[in-house]
């Protein structure tokens, strides 16, 4: 514990001589600040300015990041800020190579997009809720349920639990009740198989050894992705916050 302390001041102290030498303050989120399990107080902008009168808080791009167009799209968004997505380049090759439909291949490629650009827990849920807007009922559909299905083998089609959850979370590891209660419903949900086969084309998906580049999915995002004129985060949608804060994650307010 007081290595963890220890390491928490030292990533304070080495924050604040970087703000005193930024003319931006960088203030973290308080999501951000309890993933690190930090529950002191939120940094106090107000103290930091008073040591660099200069800065100011960070209310539009973030230069130590990426530039992103001004209406940016959701190939900007892979190339920009989702980072190392070979896991869902690979997923949607093995889709599109065991023949699948174009939009489950778009699922494929989207189901761990919360994963690599948003956030981790629940990360189908919020997947799915960030491409409800741009695409087909049964792609956000099938994204949210595999976020359940991956815990529940399927013997009649061959998916088994996977290994490396065992070595992950623990033989013993159990879903919580709410991932129980919604595999049942979506057992018997007329889209079951849409959601399964993202499982199927995502447990092979792991493989070092298979480049796959995100121009072999274009003609497919582009003709079942509805992307908006004014831009993803700027369309006005329901979700449109969501991608804002992917373009500014260390927005001030």
């Not at 800065?55 to 940016?72: F, Q, S, T």
């Not at 595999?146 to 159990?174: I, K, N, S, T």
């Not at 009740?177 to 919604?182: F, G, I, K, N």
Request: charged share 25%; with cysteine.
């Amino acid at each position: 514990m007081t290595d963890t302390i220890t390491l928490s001041r030292r990533a304070d102290a080495l924050e604040e001589k970087m703000a005193q030498e930024l003319e931006y303050l960088v203030i973290k989120s308080r999501l951000h600040m309890w993933a690190e399990a930090d529950m002191g107080p939120p940094p106090n902008a107000g103290m930091l300015m008073k040591q660099n009168p200069n800065a100011r808080v960070l209310m539009g791009d973030d230069p130590r990041l990426p530039a992103m167009p001004e209406k940016p799209t959701l190939i900007d968004f892979f190339k920009h800020r989702f980072g190392t997505s070979m896991h869902l380049l690979q997923s949607a090759h093995h889709a599109r190579k065991n023949g699948l439909p174009e939009k489950m291949v778009l699922a494929c490629l989207l189901h761990d997009i919360a994963v690599v650009g948003f956030v981790r827990g629940d990360h189908g849920y919020w997947g799915a809720q960030l491409v409800e807007p741009y695409v087909d009922e049964e792609v956000t559909w099938a994204i949210r349920a595999h976020q359940v299905l991956r815990f529940y083998p399927d013997e009649a089609l061959g998916y088994e639990y996977p290994q490396a959850y065992v070595a992950l979370f623990g033989a013993d590891y159990r879903p919580d009740p709410y991932v129980d209660e919604d595999y049942k419903r979506m057992r018997n949900h007329k889209w079951y198989m849409s959601g399964r086969q993202i499982t199927m084309n995502d447990i092979y998906s792991f493989d070092p050894n298979l480049h796959v580049e995100l121009e072999e999915f274009t003609d497919i995002i582009g003709r079942n992705f509805r992307q908006p004129s004014q831009g993803l985060g700027f369309d006005n949608s329901p979700v449109a916050h969501m991608w804002r804060a992917m373009i500014r994650p260390a927005k001030y307010l």
